[in-house]
DNA sequence: TTGCTTAATAAGAAAAATTACTCTTTACAA
DNA sequence: TTGTAAAGAGTAATTTTTCTTATTAAGCAA
């Protein structure tokens, strides 16, 4: 991989995704920077999203309604998905078994470096709501 | 959700998916198809690849540089992802917890309605061509 | 069966999200 | 200070979703 520089747009673009919990899109960062940054383009915001999260920095957790989230936290971690809202959440990791990762290696001779776990469903909040539309129908 | 009619594109574009293993993005099916049905439009691939995976016909993988991709299988399993070349392999479920979905859903009270869960890496061949290129530089 | 009704489906265009590319600017090492 | 290659802005291209209008499948009545 190419040296990586210092650079004031993704130093900022850092900091806004450390600052929340939101797991924000390239969007999200982008509205929230332009008044700072008025020259700010959003492929900067792009390509800044994505090296950081190929140097392992921040992460990808997965396209919800139409747009890529990021996540702040890099340690492993299994995620909950609002299918009706788009939230997402922490949730304390789901390991796959060590024998698993193991198994999986030896069988097909994969380097296994990393996991993702997402349960997918409805929060709290949607969950209330599909009740009351039910009834209104 | 609405009624489902019979449709004949519909008809195809899964039987397509159900023939084979290699996990199609909507780009893969409309190249196979359009020799076959000249008039097909992309759209309609998308909006019936949706509606597939929406009535849990077919099941979606996610993004793989830069591309959805479709698994005919519908039944819980884990996939391993190849960051290099795009593979997709199916792996044997590796079930979350009933515990961990029971306490996730009493905490916070969700409805989980799923779940995915994908390990990422490097193919075996990748796996040699990395070596290659190693040894080369 | 035949024709009528209606709502789902299709095509094509347009919009939105993301990535790639070109040219300019800038960080940093020699 | 200067040479270089990374980073940025702006534009174009790609992928995916949405919208509009026309077509068609399927239930119903005669």
Known sequence: MAIVRRSEKRDA????IQQTDCHPSADWVYQQMKDTYPGLSLGTVYRNLKQLSELNIIRRVGVIQGQERFDRETRPHAHFICNRCGLVLDL???????????ACSEQYGFVVEGHEFNL??????????????ELQS
Chains 1, 2 share one sequence.
């Open 92 to 102: 304390p990791d789901q390991e796959p078994g060590q024998g698993f990762v193991q």
């Open 13 to 16: 673009i850092l900091r806004l």
């Open 120 to 133: 997918c469903g409805l929060c709290a909040d949607c969950k209330k709501i599909m009740k009351l539309e």
